[in-house]
Each structure stands twice: as structure tokens, then as C-alpha cells.
């Protein structure tokens, strides 16, 4: 996770420090209270992301330091300076904070800053951390332009949010934005469903239909999972795209292709070129302009913002809403999510119908989701099975109905009476050294079926590899057992 830097909170009383403290922490943003005669040191040691002053800002304040942002306090005059970035309204408001936050942010990077007139990219594209801050650049570059795009990326990472704002920040907004997922269509049908047909074409054509190129007609056509199209399909997909004119099926007469292109796939596309499933050139006339959507582990410091953005989206469907302690917060950002925020999206509604209004702490989270002790301390994750898991189910669904029993028609599934490691022997034992042996054993098994390759073993025993290197440093173990 990448270090962010600080927010100094300057001048403030001691009430408006705690609120923006609470507030800053919640969507993910370190701060420090910092004395006035402290500023010049504190810039100087470290550089903030912004300065947010809680008095009247004096302009030689400003002036001095005119490469950092400033941010002041509603009520307090406002200069007009070009690092005066905007005034924060009290009470705070969520969708104002993060907006002019992203605007310090762009501050610091000031040949990728977003134009204004663009601000809906920071509310469609959630999150703070670089590597989302470069797709909305790349977003922006792209939009204008006629030049087709390729959006890679694990399934469940938002690759249609990505095309649809390419959609919406361009000058074919006016025009529809239509969908195509190139995998689910059968392939004896995808060319009707992409050209449209004529009638009698075939079996079934009992009138003519336009397709998805008309019908996208002055606006954009989304192609996703592209790699899943048939060779025949691609084809005819290349001719289009170099001739720009198409045929309905069964039809002689050309029609206009006035669309904008943007295709999606989660599959690596190379690799299916090696092997004759993709044509490749059909990839670089597709891959004029790649976006490549980050998997949600690697920018994990957004979580907090996507959490609440995805709880505006669910609290009006579910009637309901959900507050995180901050131990529930740090476990799910150490979460690896291979579904991505779809995952994450797919938690919040089982928390939103099993815990309603409520304030979700750690035990309060699925079981695969606790990665901390109620001291806040990391601990091992056990992998469990789906019997336990839905074990685990019942507990919460139990405590949802006072305690009631849970009706279960298979009552062999499961046997917690005597655990997985048998009876507690009569003379007792020591559990921490118990743990340590089997953590010792487990690894050293690890590593002896994975040839001492280090980040197979930590795969193998569903942990990070620099957890397991640190294990092996604290037990004195090496690659070779």
C-alpha cells in the first residue's frame, strides 16, 4: 500500500481538529495538528497533501508556500490566490471533502490535472490512490479523440464504469451508449445481434432488426469480453472497423458505422494470439488506446471511499445504512478481494441485510474477512470450509432472531464438539507453544511440497508471501526447511 502524505490541520480549535480528524481518517487521509510558528519546519520535513486553515489565511501564509494547496474553513475569508484550492462547509459534506481533496491532489501533478468542467470522472471512478487518478487522466486525454480504446482487467473491476465514463465525459454524450457482452451471445447469433438482419435472413426473421451498431448510432458501442468473440466474428468486426460500413445479415446495402469503439476483456490477449484464438490484428486495431483497470488489492487505500459510495448506491434499495469501526476498515483493506469491488459491493449487501442501521466492528464481518484480534493485531487467516462457513451463517441469522434455533436437515455436516485437532488432554497443555509448533510445521510441510520456492508455499497456506518470509525470519526457517 503506498505511503500518502498528510493533511496539516492549522489554526483550528479544538472541536473542528476532532470532527476533520474523524473525517479524514474515515475516507482514508492521515493528518497532523500542526502550530503556526511549527509550519515552516513541519513543510520541511515532510510535504503535505494540503493545509487546511482554520483562521483568516494571511497572504504572505499562502504566498510563501505557493506550491502546496490550501484549504479554509467556512466563515473565513477566502483569497484569491492560485493555491487557494476551495472553502469546506461546516457541518462536512462528504461529496464537497473528497472533491477538493482530489483537487490538491491534482495540485501536486499539475500536467495531469483534471479540467473542472470534468469533475463528474471523481465521482464515477471512486478512489484517491495514483493509480486511479491516472485512468481518470487517461479518461480525459482519450475522450475527444476518435481513437478506439481497450480496457484490461480482472472481472468484477469496473471495466464498464471505466467505458461509460469515456462515454459521458465526450462529445458523443448526447448519443446512446449501448452494451455488448460478446461472451454471453451465442455464436450463431452475435452477427445479427451486432449488424442486424434483414427480413426472412434466416429461420426465425420474420422482420428486419437493426443492430447494435445502429442502434448505437452517434454514440458509443461497448464491446466486452471481447476475447470470448468467435474467429468468424472477429473478422467481420476487423472490416468494420477499418472500413467503418456494415451489412445487416441477409442485406446488400452498406450502412454507416458512426460509432466510437471501446471494447473490454479480463482474458490476456497476447497469450490467445499465441494459440490462434484471437486475431492479431484485430488486437492492434482494437489496442489504439489501452486502460488497464487495477484489481482492488492493489489499491486498497480506497476502500473506505468505495465502501461508501457502493452504501449511498444499496441504502435506498435496502432502506437501511451501515457505519465501520475503524478495526473492521483496516481488515478489509487487507483483504486480497479476487471478485474486486463487485466482491466488495456483494459484502455490503449481506452486511446491510444481516446488521441494518447498525455499526459493523470485526466480529460483525464474515469470517474470511477478519484478518485482526480484538487488540487490532494481525492474525493468521484459517481457511475454512463451506460448511463453516455456513455454520458461521447461522450464528449471525440465530442472533437476528433472538437466539432461536436454526433448523439444519443435514445435522452430520459439522461436528465443532470436538474441534479439528480432537479432545483437550487431560493434563492440559500449552496453547502458544502448541500454535507455534503447528505454525512451524505447517510451514516447513509448505515449503518442502513447493521446492522451498517461497511464494508458492504462501499460496499454498492462502497467506501474503511477505507474511510468510517474516515468519521464516522469526522462526529461523529457511527455503530449505
Not at 472490416?239 to 458505422?257: C, H, I
Not at 492492434?284 to 482492488?296: D, S, T, W
Not at 496453547?431 to 510441510?445: A, D, G
Amino acid at each position: 500500500m503506498e505511503e500518502r502524505a498528510p493533511v496539516y490541520l492549522v489554526a483550528m480549535e479544538a472541536k473542528q481538529f476532532d470532527v476533520l480528524k474523524t473525517v479524514l481518517h474515515f475516507v482514508g487521509e492521515a493528518c497532523e495538528a500542526v502550530e503556526k510558528a511549527c509550519l515552516s519546519k513541519r513543510v520541511d520535513e515532510r510535504k503535505p497533501l494540503a493545509i487546511i486553515y482554520g483562521d483568516a489565511l494571511p497572504e504572505e501564509i499562502s504566498t510563501r508556500f505557493s506550491q502546496l494547496p490550501f484549504l479554509t474553513l467556512q466563515g473565513v475569508k477566502a483569497l484569491s490566490l492560485n493555491n487557494h484550492i476551495g472553502t469546506l462547509t461546516l457541518p462536512i459534506v462528504y461529496e464537497q471533502l473528497t472533491q477538493l481533496l482530489h483537487y490538491c491532489q491534482s495540485f501536486h501533478n499539475p500536467g495531469k490535472k483534471l479540467q473542472k468542467s470534468n469533475n463528474y470522472l471523481t465521482k464515477s471512478l471512486v478512489g484517491r490512490g495514483a493509480r486511479i487518478q491516472e485512468i481518470r487522466y487517461l479518461i480525459e486525454q482519450v475522450s475527444d479523440s476518435k481513437a478506439n480504446v481497450l480496457i484490461l482487467g480482472e472481472s468484477g473491476t469496473g471495466k464498464e464504469v471505466v467505458a461509460r465514463s469515456i462515454h459521458d465525459v465526450s462529445n458523443r454524450k448526447k448519443g446512446p451508449f449501448v452494451p455488448v457482452n460478446c461472451g454471453a451471445i451465442p455464436a450463431e447469433l452475435l452477427e445479427s445481434e451486432l449488424f442486424g438482419h434483414e427480413k426472412g435472413a434466416f429461420t426465425g426473421a420474420f422482420s428486419s432488426r437493426k443492430g447494435r451498431f445502429e442502434l448505437a448510432a452517434g454514440g458509443t458501442l461497448f464491446l466486452d469480453e471481447i476475447g470470448d468473440m468467435p474467429m468468424p466474428m472477429q473478422v467481420k468486426l476487423l472490416r468494420v472497423l477499418q472500413e467503418r460500413t456494415f451489412e445487416r445479415v441477409g442485406g446488400t446495402k452498406s450502412l454507416q458505422a458512426d460509432v466510437r469503439v471501446i471494447a473490454a476483456t479480463h482474458r490476456n490477449l497476447e497469450a490467445l494470439i499465441e494459440k490462434g484464438e484471437f486475431r492479431e490484428d484485430l488486437y492492434y486495431r482494437l489496442n489504439v488506446f489501452p486502460i488497464e483497470k487495477p484489481a482492488l488489492r492493489e489499491r486498497q487505500e480506497d476502500i473506505p471511499l468505495l465502501l461508501q459510495e457502493l452504501l449511498s448506491r444499496h441504502e435506498v434499495d435496502h432502506k437501511a445504512t451501515l457505519r465501520f469501526t475503524q478495526r473492521a476498515l483496516d481488515s478489509l483493506m487487507q483483504h486480497n478481494w479476487p471478485g474486486n469491488v463487485r466482491e466488495l459491493s456483494n459484502l455490503l449487501e449481506r452486511l446491510l441485510i444481516l446488521h441494518a442501521n447498525k455499526i459493523i466492528d470485526l466480529n460483525d464481518l464474515p469470517i474470511k474477512y477478519r484478518y485482526l484480534d480484538a487488540q487490532g493485531e494481525e492474525v493468521e487467516q484459517i481457511q475454512f470450509s463451506e460448511e463453516q462457513e455456513l455454520l458461521a451463517e447461522r450464528d449471525a441469522l440465530s442472533g437476528m432472531f433472538g437466539g432461536a434455533p436454526v433448523v439444519v436437515e443435514d445435522a452430520d455436516v459439522f461436528d465443532g464438539s470436538q474441534g479439528f485437532l480432537g479432545h483437550l488432554p487431560p493434563e492440559g497443555m500449552n496453547l502458544k507453544n502448541k500454535i507455534t509448533e503447528f505454525e512451524i510445521e505447517m510451514i516447513r510441510q509448505a515449503l518442502e511440497s513447493q521446492d522451498g520456492v517461497v511464494s508458492h508455499a504462501a499460496e499454498l497456506l492462502s497467506m501474503r508471501r511477505t507474511t510468510l518470509v517474516e515468519k521464516m525470519k522469526k522462526y529461523g526457517l529457511n527455503k530449505d526447511g
